[in-house]
């Protein structure tokens, strides 16, 4: 099952690109961090957007929501256009099988991708070694420990890597890997069919925005999301051989 | 099964809201219309998050995403505090049962909020009768039909009825109620903790930003998404006994 029957845009034959986009999900990911690739790519005809995972069980995302992966592991296409992941919990940053996973389908994928927590996730299975990348600011100190050199943006590209920190970082990065495929016409016409053209309702969405006091409250408020995140930082600096940061 | 059980942001107790959300998922619903209602409330300490359909069998949204509700409507809280829709494919405008659930629910919540073709389908179920609202610019010409008063904008609200078009208008959307339910400082922080501070590629996401030749490209190759709603306007005119108005 994939995303090609039903596409929503109809393009001239010869903007047309069959491409193969995988996007993680697993117990406790984060669907609003993938579902701007998924859909991006899933109203364009052409693209077959895999929802990927270990096997076809029932799957809850956080905050809930019950999932079903289309693939499996095994049959996800062992060349890929886009391989990506956003969020998940602790306990998947450690998950042997996934790791092996992202990191074989990553050495060969034409765009790797990571939203918030998705991209020190990729980092976990070696995939940002020496190459700058971004994360949500929350967890922005752990980037190194996962082998990552840090760098600011709502997206961050180096060579084939594209990683992000907002809440619309996947759609950002896809209408990025949308120009990069399907050429500037299409993508703006994306841009357009989707309307984004966001109204930020005070203007404070980054820590330069918000000003010190209110970035430390949310930094406060939000601990919770990131503390098992640290222990896991320090085991992937470890096996990364890199220098662990404890945030 | 809510989301209550795994909230990410800590408040300070006198800052919870204890607040019921529903949000309809049914086949071909679209889940990028609804992640950010969702995700937004689900993750603040004190809100269920429901999604809600006829039973808790699989259904498939579109693009290609199998979901499974975790309320019914039944069990569905009689009084919400939001009632919210997307986007669903146009079978669903015409099925007797999602409307009367939506017509019961939309009553009495305190909110009524749609997105895309979703703020349509609350016009199919006389919720938008005589309110102004909005819809995606695809569909903008339909909203006479199913009983509103079309407005411009990003987020639209008119008392108690709140709709977008926008991709991202699910977002808009929930930063807008956060700040009704639980105050500015609340929602400041909300939009610090999503980042939600966007950096379009192109800045043509609007057709005023657009323009008319890269606007009448993306009516065009949208044009298919959009058609089968036109029957279903014509007929939710005269059963609403307003005036159609041919897309």
Known sequence: MSTETAPFIDLDAADR??????????????????????????????????????????????????????????????????????????????????????????????WVGGACAGSLLLGAAGLLRGYRATTNFQLHDLLPSFGAIPARGNVVEDRNRITAGPVTGGIEIALRLVQDFYGDDVAREMELQTEYAPTPLYGVGTPELAGPELTRRALDHGAAMGAPLLAVAERAARRLGVAAVTG
């Open 17 to 110: 690109r069959d491409l193969q986009i995988a996007i993680l999900v697993c117990p406790g990911y984060a669907p609003i961090d993938v579902i701007g690739v998924h859909t991006m790519f899933g109203i364009l005809p052409g693209a077959q957007v895999h929802l990927v995972w270990k096997d076809l069980d029932e799957i809850v995302g956080i905050p809930t929501f019950p999932t079903r992966a289309t693939t499996t592991f095994p049959d996800c296409p062992a060349d890929l256009d886009v391989l990506f992941a956003g969020a998940v919990l602790a306990d998947t940053f450690e998950d042997e099988e996934t790791l092996a996973f992202l990191a074989d389908r990553g050495s060969r994928a034409r």
